[in-house]
Each structure stands twice: as structure tokens, then as C-alpha cells.
């Protein structure tokens, strides 16, 4: 029995989660199988009563969705996914506050000198658009190659859409300042959290040495409080993340994807080259370090933003394995990855790009009168970016962001309804990316602040999470 135990415990927890993705997809595939065909039809008559017609069914796509995700959490292995996949996205949203903001005061503090300060934010703030802009890049030369939304006949549903204003400079501005930071935290409105963190810090280095230390000491303690609780949190996940793929699964099932699938081959083949290529050579190129090490030793992470498609609700498991799995040294990590989380999305971008030129595509050969210029894709490209700077790190906030260059290049917003069926494994694998792209900026900067430990890096290959620290 005890060596079963010692064997169980030697398994690493990215191998654990696997199990977990592979349990999930089982689970998920036998309530599909089980409950699908009846459980879409009582959604629909839920929802629009016993007669219908095809458009209506079309235009209440959403709403049918909603109700379809409600009547499987009745079912019992639904109850259970629902229930388990809700209470592990909780505890993941859980430690982020704390940490966040721990992180931040403790980085800044930490840091006596504004000119460290300065360099690693310059940095960091290049990181971001550079990356960026080489994902958006990718992006535009696969769909332009590839074509996905040439030829493709799609009937247009009529959803309805929310369309946000877009924001002006001042607004923009504006939102970053929390007039109450009690509620941008009850919010989990990261930004405004971060600007105070960051203030709160600088402060906190112009006032007596005493009272420094004092903030210094408690949030260090928080901080390394939120870390362990991170970890078990991380212990729990191949449950969790079993759960939350057994909940999608169950109300899409796999043939979701046939209906776009150029388009979301497109995506993914992208945000694969900027994965698997792009990222790792800058890696290796500015640090000579093995990227595919750095990116095992990370796994554990980019399986939970892929599951949780949600790059700040995966923020503490990117801070904890970063520090004790990559060896960056927290001063870096601290300050750089909460930023990134929050503002450096590459898979959101070049995603951004796919999709609008996807559907510019389609809609330019019914409309001969739209054309896409070069002028219109160079648009295309710079709200791509600012809208991955802008959107928040939860599931679908890229697609909701969308509306911003739909409406600035002139697409019909109805369109964006082509999106959603296959929005959810789309953003999924590019959580993965901002994730992977955050990880990378913070030990390519770590590097070039002599702050990484190279006795994590090697030793954390062969060691399970929860005995990393
Ligand atoms: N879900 C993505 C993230 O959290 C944002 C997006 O929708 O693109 O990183």
C-alpha cells in the first residue's frame, strides 16, 4: 500500500491533470450522449414554446444555449460537473486579489530604486507590444494564405448583440483609476487594483524607513501565505479541470466545430506557430535558455488557463510556478506578470485579426462594394492590439470586444454571431498564449536582471507541485 502511495505521489501534477482533461472529456462525451438530443429540445420550447420556426430558433441561439447549460446541471453527473467546476473557478478567483495586490506592494517596495523600477516597467511595457504585435502578424499572413471565409456560405443568425460604446481616450483613462478601491476589488477589476497597488507601493518608499519596513514585512507575509494557499488550490485542479471540460463537452459535444472549422483550424495553426515558434526562439535567442524546458516546467499553468480560459483567474498558479518552478526571482514576477495578465494578450490579439478578416471575407464576397485595403487591414491591426490591451482576462472578453473593430471597419454586428459557436475552445488555447507570452516576458526580464535561480529551473523538473516550495 505505501508503495502504491510513494508511486502516486512521484506522478507530477501536469501528468495528474492530463488524467483530469482525459476523465473530463469521458464525462463530458457520456452526459452529451446521454441527455443532449432531449435536454436542446426542452430548451427550446423553454424558450420559445412549442412552435418555432428555424429563424427564431437562429436568433435565440444564445438564450437556448443558456437554458441548454441550465437543464444539464439538473442531470446528476451534470449537477456534480457544474458543481465541482463552479467551486474550483471560485477558489481559483479566490487567492487573485490578495495576491495581486501583496505582490505588487511587495515588488515595489522591494525594489528601493526607482531607476530598477523604471527599467524592468520599460521592459516589460516593450515586452508586451513587440510580442503583440509578431502574434497579429502571424495571424495576418495565415488568414490571408489560408482564406478560411472564402467560399463559405453561412446563414447569418440574427443574435443579438451587446454593443459596449467604444472608449475614449479620457474614459480610458479614467477606468484605471478606482474611485473606490474596496469595489474594483469586489469587481475583480484588475486594472484599477493594479494603478493603486503600484501607487500605494511608490509611497510606500517615500515615507520613514520604519514604517517601510512595516509594510514591507506584512505584505511579504500575505504574500507568502497566498502562495501556499495557491498551491493547494493546484492540487485540486485535476479535479477541477475534469470537471470544467465534462461541463463544455456536455453541451456542445465535438461537432461544434465542423460548422467553422477553417476558421478555427486557422486560429489555432496561428496561435500553434506562435506557441510552439515564435515565443520560444525570443526565449532562447535573448536568454539562451531552452524555452521547451521552461514551458514543461510551466505546464500545470497553461493547462489551467486553458481550462479555465481566464488569464487572471490563472494568475496565481502563473506567479507561484513561476517563482518556484521557473526560479524567477518574485521582484521580476511580482510586478511584471499581474501586469501582463492584465494587458499583454498575444493570442487575444492575433485572434482579434483572424476573426475580423474571417468575416470581412465572407462578407466582402456577397458586398463587392466592401473591399479590404490595405488601409482597412492596417486598422484591423491596431485595434487588434488595443483591444487585447483593453479586455479583461476572463473567458470571452475578447469576443464581446470585437464589437469595437466590427464597428470601425464597418462589418455587420450580427455577424459576430458566426463567432460564438466555436468561441469557447478558441479561448481556450489562446489563454494558453497571453499565459505563455506573460511567462516568457517575466524570465526573459528576470534574466537581464540577474534574478532567476537556476537550481529551481532543474530541480523543479522532477519534483510534484506541492513539494516545490
Ligand atoms: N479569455 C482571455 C483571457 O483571459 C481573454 C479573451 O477572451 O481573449 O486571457
Known amino acids: 500500500m505505501d508503495r502504491i502511495v510513494a508511486f502516486l505521489r512521484r506522478i507530477e501534477i501536469h501528468w495528474w491533470i492530463l488524467f483530469g482533461m482525459i476523465a473530463g472529456l469521458l464525462w463530458g462525451l457520456y452526459l452529451h450522449e446521454m441527455h443532449y438530443e432531449v435536454l436542446l429540445e426542452q430548451a427550446r420550447e423553454n424558450v420559445l414554446g412549442p412552435e418555432y420556426t428555424e429563424e427564431e430558433r437562429i436568433a435565440e441561439a444564445r438564450a437556448i444555449r443558456d437554458e441548454l447549460q441550465r437543464l444539464f446541471a439538473d442531470t446528476t453527473g451534470g449537477a456534480a460537473a457544474q458543481g465541482i467546476a463552479q467551486i474550483f473557478l471560485a477558489l481559483l478567483q479566490m487567492v487573485v486579489i490578495p495576491l495581486v495586490v501583496a505582490s505588487l506592494v511587495c515588488g515595489v517596495t522591494r525594489m528601493s530604486d526607482f531607476g530598477r523600477l523604471r527599467r524592468i516597467g520599460g521592459r516589460a511595457a516593450a515586452w508586451y507590444v513587440t510580442t503583440s504585435f509578431m502574434a497579429i502578424t502571424v495571424g495576418l499572413v495565415l488568414v490571408n494564405l489560408i482564406r478560411p471565409g472564402q467560399g463559405v456560405d453561412v446563414p447569418i443568425a440574427l443574435d443579438d448583440v451587446d454593443v459596449p460604446d467604444p472608449a475614449g481616450a479620457w474614459e480610458m483613462m479614467l477606468s484605471i483609476i478606482p474611485p473606490n478601491v474596496v469595489e474594483a476589488a469586489a469587481n475583480f477589476d484588475l486594472l484599477p487594483l493594479i494603478f493603486f497597488s503600484l501607487l500605494f507601493g511608490i509611497f510606500a518608499l517615500r515615507v520613514d524607513d520604519k514604517h517601510r519596513e512595516t509594510i514591507y514585512a506584512l505584505f511579504e507575509a500575505v504574500f ?114 499581474p501586469l501582463g495578465a492584465t494587458v499583454n494578450m498575444d493570442g487575444t490579439a492575433l485572434y482579434e485579426c483572424v476573426a475580423v478578416l474571417f468575416v470581412a471575407q465572407i462578407y466582402a464576397a456577397a458586398h463587392p462594394e466592401f473591399a479590404l485595403t490595405f488601409g482597412v487591414q492596417l486598422t484591423i491591426v491596431i485595434l487588434a492590439l488595443m483591444v487585447s490591451i483593453g479586455a479583461a482576462g476572463i473567458p470571452h472578453a475578447g469576443l464581446v470586444m470585437m464589437v469595437i473593430i466590427f464597428e470601425a471597419v464597418g462589418l455587420p454586428l450580427e455577424l459576430i454571431a458566426l463567432l460564438w459557436a466555436v468561441d469557447r475552445p478558441l479561448d481556450m488555447a489562446r489563454t494558453m498564449v497571453n499565459v505563455w507570452s506573460d511567462t516568457v516576458g517575466a524570465v526573459i526580464i528576470a534574466h537581464h536582471e540577474g534574478a532567476i535561480d537556476e537550481e529551481v529551473l532543474f530541480a523543479g523538473q522532477d519534483t510534484p507541485a506541492d513539494g516545490a516550495t
Open 224 to 337: 507568502e501565505v497566498m502562495m501556499k494557499m495557491t498551491l493547494f488550490v493546484i492540487a485540486l485542479a485535476p479535479v477541477g479541470i475534469a470537471a470544467l471540460i465534462a461541463r463544455l463537452l456536455a453541451t456542445t459535444g465535438v461537432d461544434v466545430l465542423w460548422g467553422v472549422a477553417g476558421y478555427a483550424a486557422t486560429v489555432a495553426a496561428a496561435l500553434a506557430v506562435h506557441f510552439f515558434v515564435v515565443l520560444p526562439l525570443l526565449l532562447w535567442i535573448l536568454t539562451r535558455r531552452n524555452p521547451y524546458r521552461v514551458m514543461h516546467a510551466m505546464a500545470a499553468t497553461l493547462v489551467t488557463a486553458f481550462s479555465t480560459a481566464s488569464s487572471a483567474g490563472t494568475l496565481g498558479v502563473t506567479l507561484e510556478q513561476t517563482e518556484h518552478r521557473v526560479g524567477v526571482d518574485n521582484k521580476v514576477g511580482g510586478f511584471v506578470l
